[in-house]
């Protein structure tokens, strides 16, 4: 059986994130499973020129938000884990209570029950007090916090270059290789050549 993926886009800035995440896993021959919010397709709407029929037709599976007897709400559908990107606060919250109103909150919690490894790249700055204890309840809880934050060793030339950069090192910890990562001491550091992104 092919390796299985769930995607979560989420309503929060940077939905890029997502959308390429799509590409590299199928890049990577792993069978991708998508779910967006409704906040999700009106942010890429503002921040991209693609459609939501284009984004969806990415993944080997895509499911409304709204459908909770899709296949990866359960358990007993396995996966590798999830990724949610880019994770608004607000699914984050949701998460986090285990209170869950849509399909990627559900699928994410599932994740969590099942001890698979769910990573949330978290976009929102400043952070209060209160999304703090969030991210630290998460973290108990077994989710790896994620926010995509640049890396600028990595001497990127583009807003591609910094978002495989961070795509990369999040699918690093489930052991997908996908060739977008610039490695400190192997392609990157001194004495090394900078090696080109993945297109």
């Known amino acids: 059986m092919?390796?299985?993926?769930?995607v979560g886009i989420s309503g929060a800035s940077g939905v890029i994130y997502g959308v390429r995440l799509l590409e590299l896993l199928r890049r990577a021959k792993v069978e991708s499973h998508l779910v967006m919010t409704h906040?999700?397709?009106?942010?890429?709407?503002?921040?991209?020129?693609?459609?939501v029929a284009a984004v969806r037709a990415?993944?080997?599976a895509a499911y409304s938000v709204d459908n909770i007897a899709a296949a990866i709400s359960s358990g007993s559908f396995k996966t590798e884990g999830m990724i949610v990107a880019p994770c608004s606060v607000r699914s984050m919250s949701e998460i986090a209570t285990g209170v869950t109103s849509n399909l990627l909150t559900r699928s994410a919690d599932v994740t969590l029950k099942e001890r698979r490894r769910l990573v949330l790249l978290v976009r929102e700055t400043p952070l209060h007090t209160g999304h703090l204890r969030t991210m630290t309840q998460l973290s108990e809880m077994g989710a790896i916090v994620f926010p995509p934050v640049p890396a600028f060793y990595a001497r990127p030339k583009s807003v591609p270059d910094i978002v495989d950069q961070t795509l990369g090192?999040?699918?690093d910890l489930f052991g997908i290789e996908t060739g977008a990562v610039r490695r400190w001491g192997?392609?990157?550091?001194p004495g090394r050549k900078r090696d080109k992104p993945v297109r």
Do not use: N, P, Q, Y
């Open 186 to 189: 192997e392609t990157i550091g």
């Open 169 to 171: 090192r999040a699918l």
């Open 39 to 51: 906040s999700a397709e009106v942010t890429l709407a503002h921040e991209t020129d693609l459609k």
């Open 2 to 6: 092919a390796k299985r993926f769930i």
């Open 58 to 60: 990415m993944a080997d």
